[in-house]
């Protein structure tokens, strides 16, 4: 069985500062990992995913995730951030064999105030 | 041209009842997924159907009864509706069943039990 941690269930941070939201997770499986973004009201997308290869994933609007197996973490990224990325941000898991089955964590508020 | 689409919306009913949120994606996906939301905003799959076939059903109380009639569609039935059912429901598709997918999610029902 996989779990996932999301250590900061809100981060306040003011526009144009970078940020950093923290995810660690535990399976005794090799996984995938995943960032979800969920905007107020609505349904969650997908910002970026890890399969394999190089650690540093980008993606959209900007933000980015380093996979570090040894620390067992999956944290997400973003230089400069604007008061439109103010929503919910999930980590997940997903075991690479079988079917997919999304394991989450229990989400970061951020919160980008001008 | 929503990608997956719910109805309701919003759906408020007394304990008891009996209710059914309806999902459909227009994005050719072979699998979809229900998931619920509680207040905390802690994201757990609840059942999973590839091709019309159920493959992933957690530990859901059997009162919640989904059915897939064609594999563009998931409708979600809960019988005898309980205050504990309150939350967010979200159903999402994705191409197939590989773990290393993307998953694309409706824009959620909010199910209130009074």
């Known amino acids: 069985a996989q779990s996932v941690t999301q250590l900061d269930s809100q981060v306040p941070v003011f526009e144009e500062a970078p940020v950093e939201l923290r995810c660690n997770y535990s399976?005794?499986?090799?996984?995938?990992l995943f960032w979800y973004v969920q905007y107020p009201n609505q349904g969650l997308q997908l910002l970026l995913k890890?399969?394999?290869?190089?650690?540093l994933v980008k993606g959209i609007n900007g933000f980015e995730a380093e996979f570090n197996k040894s620390q067992t973490s999956f944290h997400l990224r973003k230089p400069s951030v604007h008061i439109s990325d103010t929503a919910e941000y999930f980590c997940?898991?997903?075991?690479?064999?079988?079917?997919?089955?999304?394991?989450f964590g229990t989400g970061t508020r951020l919160l980008v105030s001008p | 041209d929503t990608a997956v689409s719910q109805t309701p919306k919003y759906l408020v009913t007394q304990m008891g009842n009996d209710k059914s949120i309806k999902c459909e994606q227009n994005?050719?996906?072979?699998?979809m997924y229900w998931y619920k939301q509680d207040s905390k905003k802690f994201l757990k799959i609840m059942f999973s159907?590839?091709?019309?076939?159920?493959?992933i059903n957690e530990t859901v109380p059997n009162r919640f009864s989904p059915k897939s009639p064609d594999k563009a569609h998931l409708n979600l039935h809960i019988n005898s509706l309980e205050l504990g059912d309150s939350a967010v429901y979200f159903c999402?598709?994705?191409?197939?069943?590989?773990?290393?997918?993307?998953?694309?999610f409706g824009p959620g029902t909010r199910l209130t039990v009074l």
């Open positions: 999402a598709s994705s191409p197939d069943r590989d773990p290393y997918n993307e998953q694309f």
């Open positions: 399976s005794s499986v090799s996984v995938y």
């Open positions: 890890y399969l394999s290869g190089s650690t």
């Open positions: 997940a898991v997903s075991d690479q064999a079988g079917f997919q089955k999304l394991v």
């Open positions: 994005l050719g996906h072979d699998t």
């Open positions: 159907y590839n091709n019309k076939e159920l493959i």
